[in-house]
């Protein structure tokens, strides 16, 4: 039987501030350092609507983040969108933490089941409250909410209609919106 070593968020970070993984595009999930897909022309384009998206919705609720890392119990990934709470000061000196994150999303093309399975179960085990991932092939929102344990209790799969976000009940974010290349 083989046992792999899992890396600490400071082992991590010991490597980046060596220059180890400078030529590496990686995330940290749960201790072991993933390859990262690179991005297409159509993520790029439904990142950057639905960040758009949701800046306007969430104006002075919340900082919308893209791309960035947030950091985890024993992952340090980098969701395409994060959306945490203000002030913005709070991330000075670190990233945000699970406690600060409202809801992250993932938007997967090569990515979906790696999105659906090692990044759900990491966003669940640290509480994150709720978490979307867009599956540009299929065209839908996958939509997970109440974490417990390594899963949700809630999931939805919506191609059109209307969210609430678990974090902002009374705002309602149309899901033809999100989806669309141009908003």
Known sequence: MITLAKWSIEDYHHMIAAGILSERHVELLEGKIIEMS????????????????????????????????????????????????????LY??????????????????????KDLEQKRIAYARAGILEYWVVDL?????????????DSYQIKQTKAYGTLYPVAFPHVEVSVEKLLSKTI
């Open 92 to 113: 000075d000196n670190r990233h945000p933490s699970a406690e600060e994150i409202y809801l992250l999303i993932e938007i997967s093309d090569t990515t979906l089941e």
């Open 137 to 149: 092939k299929a065209q839908q929102l996958i939509v997970f909410q109440q974490p417990s344990g």
């Open 38 to 89: 690179p991005e297409g022309p159509l993520h790029r384009k439904i990142n950057d609507s639905m960040a758009d998206y949701l800046r306007e919705k969430l104006r002075g609720r919340a900082k919308i983040y893209e791309a960035h890392p947030v950091s985890l119990p024993d992952s340090e990934p980098e969701p395409d969108i994060a959306v945490v709470k203000l002030p913005v000061s």
